[in-house]
């Protein structure tokens, strides 16, 4: 099903209604978020996620953590927040684009670390359609 879709996708409009928005994630470019009968979202699923939330998250893994890895990305003005995550990875949280990711990657560099991978976090259509619904399920 998904080839199909996948491959209608690429000429034609494809309309999906689903309550499965993982699955959804993987297919779609571009949603419409309805409640009772009106359109409370639509566009880019990226789009929805930076009018939601304008600050963006990248993580980054480094060869080793040195004391105080955090420094050198607070010291950068885009960034809002830089922290070791849960898995132990750089999360660093910060408003703008792709240039932005570039300045913080260079800081990295710039501070002598040896940075191993670069995740920019996904917007995640199910937290975008609780937020935009505000978790009210109908």
């Known amino acids: 099903l998904r080839e199909l879709i996948a ?7 494809v309309l999906l209604s689903s309550h499965i928005l993982t699955e959804l994630s993987d297919m779609v470019s571009s949603v419409a978020i309805l409640e009772k009968g ?5 566009g880019p699923v990226g789009d929805i996620g930076r009018k939601l939330r304008p600050e963006r998250a990248v ?12 420094t050198p990305f607070k010291a950068l003005p885009q960034v809002v927040d830089a922290e070791r995550g849960p898995d132990g990875d750089l999360r660093i949280m910060y408003q703008g684009g792709e240039e932005t990711v570039a300045q913080i990657v260079t800081a990295a560099v710039n501070a002598g670390f040896a940075v191993v991978r670069v995740e920019p976090e ?8 609780l937020e935009v619904t505000r978790g009210e399920l109908q």
């Open 7 to 13: 491959r209608l996708g690429e000429r034609k409009t």
């Open 59 to 70: 993580k980054l893994r480094l060869l080793e953590y040195p004391e105080g890895c955090v």
């Open 38 to 42: 009106r359109v409370l979202a639509s």
């Open 122 to 129: 996904r917007d995640d259509l199910e937290h975008i359609f």
